[in-house]
């Protein structure tokens, strides 16, 4: 959004991060031009790692000039106490609460201990994620080590955006995808579903038993194995088809997903019969959150955001008076 961008010319990504009154209004921005039904907290999943240790500058791609490389680093990281370190995220989410008047809820998120870990150790985003995999593999007591640390921090973090008032919470575990199924299990899922356990054992939690959403990107190879999630969401990327998914999960997950974003480049008329094959696909099944695959392309035609929007509200409503 233009709005945004702005916004942008006149502070840092982090800057923007940690002012409240600035994360509140580019929170609203695309609720109050769009009307979505649900607003996402606007912050970055890295914004913990800062203050686990790790120095982190956005130029405009994340760096971090001190990654993890073995054990004596993982022992070095902290788990900080999100209240007193981050205030800022939370101040946000009450300002935002306010603006949004209670008239659609507020996501909170994190991202995922794997993911965390990707860029904790490789200092950043990579293609072939080597030196993750090489310490992950060749020293796992490591590896877990730092997962486990990532999990206590994230748990608490989602704690108390819980209590400052985010209504649901999402982890990203955005690159899940880059490991073999039994990789996935004994890294990703299992310290994910940590995460989900710390957090529903706290009385925060207990309190407001608020939806978990888990969302691993590239998630067609484990079906079979996200069976075991603890989340009560899984998000699903466009890759694969959702009765697909819901065939090998059982109707014990609802669903979030899943129209490719590339979607939006088409005519309205094809989008219109994308967006109705994702509806046709839900087919009666228990809980669905219409939602891109994955995030929205820089490029894409806010009008067609806007007609999106429109068709899929149009479309859900007529599929309900008709059953």
Request: proline share 6%; hydrophobic share 45%; aromatic share 8%.
């Amino acid at each position: 959004m233009h709005e945004y961008r702005a916004i942008r010319k006149k502070v840092s990504f982090l800057e923007l991060c940690k002012t409240p009154d600035l994360a509140c209004e580019v929170t609203m921005q695309p609720i109050n031009e769009f009307g979505f039904d649900a607003a996402i907290l606007f912050c970055d999943i890295l914004v913990p790692l800062e203050k686990m240790g790790l120095n982190i500058e956005f130029t405009p791609a994340p760096i971090l000039s001190n990654p993890v490389h073995d054990r004596a680093s993982i022992d070095a990281l902290r788990v900080p106490d999100p209240e007193l370190e981050m205030p800022f995220v939370f101040e946000a989410i009450r300002k935002i609460r306010i603006a949004l008047e209670d008239k659609v809820p507020l996501i909170g998120f994190a991202g995922a201990p794997f993911t965390l870990a990707t860029y904790a150790i490789e200092g950043g985003g990579s293609k072939s994620f080597e030196k993750t995999k090489s310490l992950l593999f060749s020293d796992t007591k490591a590896g877990h080590a730092l997962l486990d640390k990532l999990a206590r921090c994230c748990a608490v973090y989602l704690e108390a955006q819980i209590a400052a008032g985010a209504q649901c919470i999402q982890m990203f575990d955005s690159w899940a995808g880059i490991l073999s199924p039994r990789d996935f299990t004994e890294f990703a899922l299992r310290h994910a579903n940590r995460v989900i356990e710390m957090l529903k054992d706290s009385p925060t939690w207990k309190k407001t038993q608020v939806p978990i959403i888990y969302f691993a990107n590239g998630c067609a190879p484990y079906l079979e194995r996200l069976k075991e999630s603890k989340a009560d969401v899984l998000g699903v990327d466009w890759k694969v088809d959702l009765p697909v998914v819901w065939d090998a999960l059982g109707d014990k997950f609802a669903l979030q997903g899943n129209l490719d974003p590339t979607a939006l480049f088409r005519p309205k008329e094809s989008l219109r019969e994308r967006i109705q094959e994702v509806l046709d696909a839900v087919d009666g099944r228990p809980g669905h959150i219409f939602n891109l695959g994955h995030g929205i392309m820089p490029s894409t035609d806010r009008e067609q955001v806007r007609y999106l929007v429109d068709t899929v509200k149009e479309l859900a409503l007529k599929k309900s008076q008709s059953q």
